[in-house]
């Protein structure tokens, strides 16, 4: 189940590759997950081009050195930490850096359970 949605999203999400890569290495961090946050940083280092600096923050937990994906992590934080039930603030805030409604339901599907 888990890999016909993960190759759903990779196929039809409106998000780039980075910003795929920003969501899923988000989730895998939260989660606490080293053998995810493994495989999505070979990911998004090798296949996706995402920057270095943004993988290492998110596997650090420190600030995003790009505005847009830095608001995405936060707002896939939040559906996280709030179970897809977003403040009305943190969805203008995400709408704000350029995302879209879409991009909302398309964060909250791929949000697996926390182990």
């Given at each position: ?89 943190d969805v203008e805030a995400f709408l704000a850096a350029g995302y879209g409604e879409r991009q909302i339901l398309e964060i909250s599907w791929p949000l697996?359970?926390?182990?």
């Amino acid at each position: 189940m888990y890999q016909l949605g993960y190759a759903a999203f990779w196929a039809e999400s409106g998000f780039t590759p980075v910003e795929q890569e920003v969501v899923f290495l988000t989730i895998s961090r939260l989660n606490g997950c080293e053998y995810c946050m493994a495989g999505h940083s070979l990911a998004a280092d090798k296949l996706s081009n995402v920057s270095g600096a943004v993988t290492d923050a998110i596997r650090n937990d420190t600030e995003i050195p790009d505005e847009k994906l830095s608001a995405l992590a936060k707002f896939t934080r939040v559906m996280v930490e709030q179970r897809a039930l977003p403040q009305t603030r943190d969805v203008e805030a995400f709408l704000a850096a350029g995302y879209g409604e879409r991009q909302i339901l398309e964060i909250s599907w791929p949000l697996p359970s926390k182990p």
